[in-house]
T-cell receptor, first 116, second 113 residues
Framework: AQKVTQAQTEISVVEKEDVTLDCVYE???????LFWYKQPPSGELVFLIR??????QNEISGRYSWNFQKSTSSFNFTITASQVVDSAVYFC?????????????FGQGTTLQVKP | DSGVTQTPKHLITATGQRVTLRCSPR?????VYWYQQSLDQGLQFLIQ???????AKGNILERFSAQQFPDLHSELNLSSLELGDSALYFC????????????FGSGTQLSVL
């Protein structure tokens, strides 16, 4: 069975602090994809990143960075110098290639509050 | 703007009623997914259609059904509604191929009173 765990339910930081959101996943697939989505207060789900299981290279996009470690089944997300606009619920998700459906299994989400 | 259109944005109805949620995928996307987001269950996959045919089924109740039409838009039908069906229902679409990123609509907020 596939499962995604985001152990941090809520995180509160002060603006300009760095913050890391944890994501641990379980899958029996050898090929799989991992995703992060952002859900701002307006409610829509915004795609942030997709990584496949063969690419363990860390990725940086502006203030966002992702650390994929297959050995620990983790795909953590770091926001550097957080801003109030980063306040949102962040979801980690998993898609198994063998299912050939593309459906995503989401974690429970981490609510990030960035205070000015 | 993701390119996925969901209507209506809000829906208020009573227990026992039936409602239909509509989704238009991004131009060219053949897959449509329905998800339910509730406080207690989180984001749950309901069902996927690919080019008109059901491709995968998740935790979808028997009171719920969906279909994808030849023009690729999809409808999610919820019947005999219960208070617990109150949730945000998302539609998403993706292009063919390996698990591509899903583009989500803005959701339909269903309130069952």
């Amino acid at each position: 069975a596939q499962k995604v765990t985001q152990a941090q339910t809520e995180i509160s930081v002060v603006e300009k602090e760095d913050v890391t959101l944890d994501c641990v996943y379980e899958t029996r697939d050898t090929t799989y994809y991992l995703f992060w989505y952002k859900q701002p207060p307006s409610g829509e789900l915004v795609f942030l990143i997709r990584r496949n299981s063969f690419d363990e290279q860390n990725e940086i996009s502006g203030r966002y960075s992702w650390n994929f470690q297959k050995s620990t089944s983790s795909f953590n997300f770091t926001i550097t110098a957080s801003q109030v606009v980063d306040s949102a619920v962040y979801f980690c998700a998993l898609s198994g290639y063998s299912s050939n459906t593309g459906k995503l299994i989401f974690g429970q989400g981490t609510t990030l509050q960035v205070k000015p | 703007d993701s390119g996925v259109t969901q209507t209506p944005k809000h829906l208020i109805t009573a227990t026992g009623q039936r409602v239909t949620l509509r989704c238009s995928p991004r131009s060219g996307d053949l897959s449509v997914y329905w998800y339910q987001q509730s406080l207690d269950q989180g984001l749950q996959f309901l069902i996927q259609y690919y080019n008109g045919e059901e491709r995968a089924k998740g935790n979808i109740l028997e009171r719920f059904s969906a279909q994808q039409f030849p023009d690729l838009h999809s409808e999610l039908n919820l019947s005999s509604l219960e208070l617990g069906d109150s949730a945000l229902y998302f539609c998403a679409s993706s292009a063919p191929g390996p698990p591509e990123k899903l583009f989500f609509g803005s959701g339909t907020q269903l309130s069952v009173l």
